[in-house]
Each structure stands twice: as C-alpha cells, then as structure tokens.
C-alpha cells in the first residue's frame, strides 16, 4: 500500500502570509495526486486534481506542483476563508490513499 | 448542477449492518464512479472502497475487506455502501464522492453513523 505523509501538521499562519504544505508517497504516484481543503462539519472541498490543475472555481491563490514522491500545496497570500484542514490525496491502479491532514490556524 | 444526497444518519448495535445511500442528480450516473470515505470525529479522512455504477465493479480497501459491499441502482441513481459486523470503532461521518480526473470533485453532506450499544 502507498502511504502519505504531511508536514507540518499543523501550520499557524496570518492572513497575507504565503503558505506551503508538503505531501510526500511512499512510492512514485507520477502526478496522481489531489488537494482538499475541509472545514469543520464540511465536505471536504476539492481543490488541485493531477498535482497542479485548479479545480474549477478555486481561487487562483491555490497552485500545486510536484511530481513522482514529493507534492506541494501553496496559498500565495493566506487568507480568512482559507483558516481549515488540508489534505492530500494519492490514486494508483484505482487504490486512494489520503495523508493525515494539516491544519492550518490563526497565528 | 450535480448533487450527492445522502440517507440520514443512524444509530446502531455492535454487531449490526449500516446501508448508507447516495442518490445523485445533475450528471448521468453511470458515466463516473463513486468513492466511500469516512471520518471519526476529529480525526482524518479514511478512503474505503469506490464502484463502478455502470459496470458495478467494486474495489475496496483491505481494513475492510471482507465487510464493506457497495452496490447501486441505476434506476433511481443511487449508489449504497454497507459495512456489517459494526464496532464502536466504526462511529463516523461516512462520505459519497464522484470520482473525476483520480479526485473526487463532488461530495455527498455525509451521513453520521453512531454505534453504541
């Protein structure tokens, strides 16, 4: 099975800060990776599908990058809406594994 | 615009079955397959299985191998998922989800599932 990680785990943050978060697989995934972002009593929200393509209607301070083991989720300027849990999400011959999560709060 | 309506949450002895239901609309329902994933609370999502409504081909995570079986009905587009021999450890919100692209684009509200004797 694949597993993901996530660093950090938890991220505080102030609104105009520029945010990274860091999912890595436990194998080669290619670009089979996707982000969400869930708040409390949410749905998680779709973000990034294929590592880096912006769901549609996702602001375009969200971007993904990555390929192979190593992904990255950037918030090019934080802000209040954007104060949840993000998760990574890996797909392989139609297996999902998701990452732990991690949250981003006020600082 | 595309919908996943879930059943209601339930209440169930360990030991029991749950069927959750999810009823889509806005899309043809055969044409994009659908994931399960659920969440205790206060803890991470938990991805356990996704169908094929079309071809109704199933594949499930190993942990609940064994014990989840998701099936459909094409006529009213519904897709369930059951999950037996319930434990405590099985409380959470259990989630529908249409796959789109190897994500899931659009989620059902979720359905609360409480086991407790």
């Known amino acids: 099975d694949i597993q993901m990680t996530q660093s950090p785990s938890t991220l505080s943050a102030s609104v105009g800060d520029r945010v990274t978060i860091t999912c890595r697989a436990s194998q080669s995934i290619s670009s089979w990776l996707a982000w969400y972002q869930q708040k409390p009593g949410k749905a998680p929200k779709l973000l990034i599908y294929?590592?880096?393509s912006l769901e549609s209607g996702v602001p375009s301070r969200f971007s993904g990058s990555g390929s192979g083991t190593e992904f990255t989720l950037t918030i090019s300027s934080l802000q209040p809406d954007d104060f949840a849990t993000y998760y990574c999400q890996q797909y392989n011959s139609y297996w999902f594994t998701f990452g732990p999560g991690t949250k981003v709060d006020i600082k | 615009q595309v919908q996943l309506v879930q059943s209601g949450a339930e209440v169930k002895k360990p030991g029991a079955s749950v069927k959750v239901s999810c009823k889509a609309s806005g899309y043809t329902f055969t044409s994009y397959d659908i994931n399960w994933v659920r969440q205790a609370t206060g803890q991470g999502l938990e991805w356990m299985g996704w169908?094929?409504?079309?071809?109704?081909?199933?594949g499930y995570a190993q942990k609940f191998q064994g014990r989840v079986t998701m099936t459909r009905n094409t006529s009213i587009s519904t897709a369930y998922m059951e999950l037996s021999s319930l434990r405590s450890e099985d409380t959470a919100v259990y989630y529908c989800a249409r796959i789109s692209s190897s994500s899931s684009d659009y989620w059902g509200q979720g359905t609360l599932v409480t086991v407790s004797s």
């Open positions: 294929k590592a880096s």
């Open positions: 169908m094929n409504p079309n071809s109704g081909n199933t």
